[in-house]
């Protein structure tokens, strides 16, 4: 773990990964203060999946893990409401938590060393040939992905993690695990569970 910073959280029931991009609708006063506080401080603030309680309304119990959020870009939709795209970054782990009076949720938050570059494995090789499938035919912003990101053991990690039809728990697991490999491990697991057709593998 790297030096700790206080850091605003925004308790979501979904995951937010490294590199994935979210759209998010600000419309409580509470989050509307810390989109302008980070605005103001060039600050950004984090994502943590909800344990316990809602999006809206009283401070919800987040998970000891998240990820840094940084702000891409923001609309305002038809019915008036901000919206946010984020693109997760860097990983954290909490420490502790406080309420503001307003009931922002603070963390005291540590972060993680930065995923190693390792290549993939032999053994996680299907797992690459699965990722490159997925891209040709769902497009998207990652469709362009050249062999050397195809061949690096965290990104082909974090996109399946992203891609593939996870449950929350199920990624907020991989967010909790440091090693590229292992995540990726935990991936081949999981690949009997899901109705991936023949030819995508």
Do not use: K
């Amino acid at each position: 773990m790297r030096s700790s910073q206080t850091l605003p959280l925004f308790p979501l029931h979904a995951v937010l990964l490294p590199g994935a991009a979210l759209n998010l609708r600000v419309f409580e006063a509470r989050y509307l203060d810390m989109v302008r506080e980070c605005g103001r401080n060039g600050s950004s603030f984090g994502v943590c999946h909800i344990l316990a309680g809602g999006e809206v309304g009283a401070p919800a119990t987040p998970a000891a893990w998240g990820v840094e959020a940084l702000i891409e870009d923001f609309d305002v939709g038809p019915d008036g409401v901000l919206v946010l795209r984020l693109r997760g970054a860097r990983r954290f782990h909490v420490g502790s938590t406080r309420v503001r009076d307003n009931g922002l949720v603070v963390a005291e938050v540590s972060w993680c060393e930065p995923d190693s570059d390792d290549e993939l494995q032999p053994e996680h090789g299907l797992l690459g040939t699965l990722l490159e499938h997925i891209l040709e035919q769902a497009g998207g912003e990652h469709a362009g992905a050249g062999p050397a990101q195809l061949d690096q053991a965290a990104w082909v990690g974090w996109r399946l993690a992203e891609l593939l039809p996870l449950s929350e728990q199920q990624r907020l697991c991989l967010l909790q695990e440091n090693d590229p490999q292992q995540r990726l491990e935990r991936l081949l697991q999981w690949i009997p569970d899901f109705d991936v057709p023949e030819q995508e593998l």
